[in-house]
């Protein structure tokens, strides 16, 4: 069971998606204070100095905090765009480096490969 779970611990898949985590939580954090130290200071400027998480509505002891789901959806589709585009620059990424190694492969032709095998049987016969 030991031997099983290394195996399965050692693949790559396994530490790819740790490594994911990681970066994942950082980069939430990172986009997390972009969001509410940059963007929504500035929206609240354009909203008059108001701040979305502020907006409730109250009704008899119920208050419904409606701003917080706002600024919840707001933060939501931010990260989501975030992480779109950073995927978006890894792709990129990875198909130059796929298109760089086509690009290095020669394509020889059948009859030129046949008279390099015809080549090599001389050289060795002489």
Known sequence: MWQEFK??????NVLDLAVAVVIGTAFGKIVS??????IM???GVLLGGRSFEKLSYSINDAVIQYG?????IVDFFIIAFSIFLFIRVIDRLKHKKVEEVVE???VVAP???L???IRDLLKKQS
């Open 104 to 106: 290095e492969k020669v």
């Open 115 to 117: 008279l390099t095998e």
């Open 68 to 72: 917080v789901f706002i600024q919840s």
């Open 41 to 43: 200071p500035l929206v």
């Open 33 to 38: 204070s972009l969001v509410d130290n940059i």
């Open 7 to 12: 195996k399965f611990a050692i693949k790559g």
């Open 111 to 113: 009859e030129v490969e």
